[in-house]
């Protein structure tokens, strides 16, 4: 079974470029998470879907970020513009309704200088 | 606030040594608690799993414990060894959400 497939690994852009990061969660898991991971910190979760819809994306700070999961599947997380602060790892989970546990993929490290 | 807070950031230890890793949160009335491994670069891989009922879970050389009364959990590494250096995470659902606390980690190092 393939896990969770995140791109590009890296990003390096400059401040106030757009950047994106790609995931697609194992095949079936309904639920998909991003979170946003600061060096030495543990992740702290962006927006959680269940199938297409967003039902919490309260810590996603709106005015530059934005995600979408079209179609329940793929997910795409967006920054407008990027800011110094952004630098982190994002990463995206999975789950399948009526488990508990999450599976993690392997990450994008954004850069912003 | 809920918050999730590993004690020590960093340790590191000889071969085979037996380890305890800690872990303690603000709310009581957790659902589950998960402890994860994070290796460099790499995403988390989820190592065990304990739900609010249970006292402990067991995965070969790795024993979770939860005492939910005191706010802990504990993750116990029998006979260490260098793979197992890694940042060792925990993290905490402690809401119908399914949103996972997350504390900041135990960066592990096993020395040869």
């Known amino acids: 079974e393939a896990g969770v497939v995140q791109s590009p690994r890296y990003k390096i852009i400059e401040k106030k470029q757009p950047v994106a990061f790609w995931c697609n969660p194992i095949?079936?898991?309904?639920?998909l998470y991003w979170y946003r991971q600061n060096l030495g910190q543990g992740p702290e979760l962006l927006i959680r879907?269940?199938?297409?819809?967003?039902?919490?994306d309260s810590q996603l700070p709106k005015d530059r970020f934005s995600a979408e999961r079209l179609k329940g599947v793929d997910s795409t997380l967006k920054i407008q513009p990027a800011e110094l602060g952004d630098s982190a790892v994002y990463l995206c989970?999975?789950?399948?309704?009526?488990?508990?546990?999450?599976?993690f993929g392997p990450g994008t490290r954004l850069t912003v200088t | 606030k809920q918050e999730v807070t590993q004690i020590p950031a960093a340790l590191s230890v000889p071969e085979g040594e037996n380890l305890v890793l800690n872990c303690s949160f603000t709310?009581?009335?957790?659902?589950?608690l998960q402890w994860f491994r994070q290796d460099p670069g790499k995403g988390l891989t989820s190592l065990l799993l304990?739900?609010?009922?249970?006292r402990e879970q067991t995965s070969g050389r790795l024993n979770a414990s939860l005492d939910k009364s005191s706010g802990r959990s504990t993750l116990y590494i029998a006979a260490s060894q260098p793979g197992d250096s890694a940042t060792y995470l925990c993290?905490?659902?402690?809401?119908?959400?399914?949103?996972?606390?997350f504390g900041s980690g135990t960066r592990l190092l096993v020395r040869p």
């Open positions: 095949s079936g898991h309904n639920t």
């Open positions: 993290a905490a659902r402690m809401d119908s959400s399914y949103k996972l606390i």
């Open positions: 709310d009581s009335a957790i659902y589950n």
């Open positions: 304990i739900q609010s009922s249970q």
């Open positions: 879907y269940e199938n297409e819809e967003a039902v919490d």
């Open positions: 989970a999975s789950r399948t309704t009526g488990t508990y546990e999450q599976y």
